[in-house]
Nanobody, 123 residues
């Protein structure tokens, strides 16, 4: 699976961004697509994930109610809608894919990564 992330940028506090992750190479039916982020000097952390087939979702507590993950099967693309952004959301965001039966929140267990896209939120 090849993943191509896009949509990062610079916004002010309270602003919104939508990240996209275009997938290619394999049918994503058995996979989950997710997003992780890594701030400077910190470890890569789980943000959100969605089962490609059924659309079930899971979110990190820190983004519940603020971020929404979705997917468009016809376009083979996943999205992360980020609203009410805060400076602490500043990070490089990575899309991911895995075939584990359960939601994976540890980066070391992810099977595929896209390149990162930088999100910068200024106050």
């Amino acid at each position: 699976v090849q993943l191509q992330a896009s949509g990062g940028g610079s916004v002010r506090t309270g602003g919104s961004l939508r990240l996209s992750c275009a997938a290619s190479g394999r049918a994503l039916g058995p996979y989950k697509m997710g997003w992780f982020r890594q701030a400077p000097g910190k470890e890569r952390e789980f943000v959100a994930a969605i089962t490609w087939g059924g659309g079930s979702t899971r979110y990190a507590d820190s983004v519940k109610g603020q971020f929404t993950i979705s997917r468009d099967s016809a376009k083979n693309t996943g999205y992360l809608q980020m609203n009410n952004l805060k400076p602490e959301d500043t990070a490089v965001y990575y899309c991911s894919a895995d075939r584990h039966r359960v939601f994976i929140t540890a980066a070391r267990h992810i099977d595929y990564w896209g390149q990162g896209t930088l999100v910068t939120v200024s106050s």
